[in-house]
DNA sequence: GTATTGTTGACCAACATAGTCTACAATAAT
DNA sequence: ATTATTGTAGACTATGTTGGTCAACAATAC
């Protein structure tokens, strides 16, 4: 029951832009830095998030990636979806034809459940959200040094 | 973001002992067919269930096995653990150690709310009440026919 | 003792994961 | 125009996980 890197991989490297939202483009290389994802790895990542409008590139010196959109926009469910497909712990959950079994199987329900759950939590964090959080965060870490 | 066919498989095995409790050893051909699993495979499964005691199996002729304990004392996120590990997203969440930066990411907060979602689940549901949803299931598929 | 059952461990094919590397395309600065 | 700098695309690969198979073995009811 995990999440493989690239969903968490590329909720960092989203995360990363919406701290750096209107501040123009950011290396991929500064994300990859940043963030400690290989570079090569993130440029396969970013690529869906671009064709999907969730990114918006420039090549070329001063070039880089930003978000396409408000970060409140963005929802995490979606960042998920995109880079590991369907938030769901068994196929069979999401088309009965999957599994002839799935009308009377007890089992599926319980998936079924987990996958309300998880997607409940994933859709009502936005990036906005996760930035707040992670600059939350940050400035706690900072006051700890004063006690 | 998917559950293995292991957890699922052992699920569905425990199942049907849970709905033949008490009527003595089950053989493990009649669970691989009536679940429709191979029966080299479960085999794989039943062991760590039996170590566990969660199963109790006896050898020879009219062997077989059976639950080792009421059904209502077994539940879904103990049968998961064995099968397929921990329950949970990301190493992370788990072990600090597990990554430098898991003090001050955002996302892992993120992630163990999705752990908690899944055990508070799993944990809240026996293998009791999976046969009693099971057993409703069957019947209410019986009057479907009197329509 | 023999047929029947579970137990164990070696083995394996296929696929997914998590990358690397190279060549290429666009563009800003000069 | 040239060049340096950036992202883009695709081929390639090493490793691990999944989902098994198969054969030998151990226990036990009859």
Known sequence: ???STRGRYGTRALLE???HQGEGPVLLRDIARKQEISLSYLEH?????IAAGLVASTRGPKGGVMLAKP???????????????????VECVNSKKACARSEKCAPRDIW??????????????????????QIAKEEFEGTMYYI
């Open 17 to 19: 832009l919406a701290l």
């Open 71 to 89: 970060a409140e926009e963005i929802r995490l469910n979606e960042i998920i979806y995109l880079l590991d497909g369907p938030i769901a712990p």
């Open 112 to 133: 079924q459940e987990l996958r309300k759950a998880m997607n409940d939590i994933l859709s009502s964090i936005t990036l906005k959200d996760l930035a707040s959080r």
């Open 1 to 3: 029951m995990r999440l």
């Open 45 to 49: 990542l970013i690529t869906p998030l």
